[in-house]
């Protein structure tokens, strides 16, 4: 079976400041990584997913994610924060094949400060 | 707008009653999923569906509920003579994967929320 822990329930930083949102998962097979984002009063939307290829994965809004084998590690990253980027993140992880089912991490929520 | 859809959004129930939620996913979406979201959770896998096939369930999934896709679109997910542990924010999300490999990401709506007095 998969496992998601997501360590930090909260992070506030300041705006501009950078961020780490850690992320560590457990399995005995190949598994994709997501990470997820849940603004205040909508639903999930992806922001970023490492499937295959290169470990470094990035979204459209200046997010970064590293895949890390080793460490079973997929942190997320971002250099500099704005007020906007407050909501809550989930990290996910599923089996490359064989059933679809998403394990979902506890979440963090980031909180930015002016 | 061709997101997923789910409804009603709020339902406020009595203890020992019936609820049903509807989950009407993309339209070319062949997979179908619930989960279940608590304060300070992240969301907790219940089932899944592939076109019609009910094919997981999860262990907290217990017999007071039942979801179905009859026709492998919408999706209704049943709870039976609710209790106040059931109040949580139900999520339904699809996704358009075909074949045995997994390669895609989930589409959720936005929820229907539980209250159970």
């Known amino acids: 079976a998969q496992s998601v822990t997501q360590l930090d329930s909260q992070v506030p930083v300041f705006e501009e400041a950078p961020v780490e949102l850690r992320c560590n998962y457990s399995?005995?097979?190949?598994?994709?990584l997501f990470w997820y984002v849940q603004y205040p009063n909508q639903g999930l939307q992806l922001l970023l997913k490492?499937?295959?290829?290169?470990?470094l994965v990035e979204s459209i809004n200046g997010f970064e994610a590293e895949f890390n084998k080793s460490q079973t590690s997929f942190h997320l990253r971002k250099p500099s924060v704005h007020i906007s980027d407050t909501a809550e993140y989930f990290c996910a992880v599923s089996r490359t094949s064989g059933t679809y089912k998403y394990i979902f991490g506890t979440g963090t929520r980031l909180k930015v400060l002016a | 707008d061709t997101g997923v859809s789910q409804n009603p959004r709020h339902k406020i129930t009595k203890r020992g009653q019936n609820v049903t939620f509807r989950c009407d996913p993309i339209?070319?979406?062949?997979?179908l999923y619930w989960y279940r979201q608590t304060l300070g959770q992240g969301p907790e896998f219940l089932t899944y569906?592939?076109?019609?096939?009910?094919?997981?369930k999860s262990r907290l999934l217990s017999d007071r509920f039942s979801a179905e896709r009859p026709k492998g679109s919408f999706s209704t997910l049943e709870i039976q003579r609710t209790e106040q542990g059931d109040s949580a924010m139900y999520l339904c999300?699809?996704?358009?994967?075909?074949?045995?490999?997994?390669?895609?990401?989930?589409?959720f709506g936005e929820g229907s929320r539980l209250t159970v007095l």
């Open positions: 490492y499937l295959s290829g290169s470990t």
């Open positions: 399995s005995s097979v190949s598994v994709y």
């Open positions: 569906f592939q076109n019609e096939a009910q094919l997981e």
């Open positions: 999300a699809s996704s358009a994967d075909h074949g045995r490999i997994n390669t895609g990401e989930l589409f």
């Open positions: 339209s070319e979406h062949n997979r």
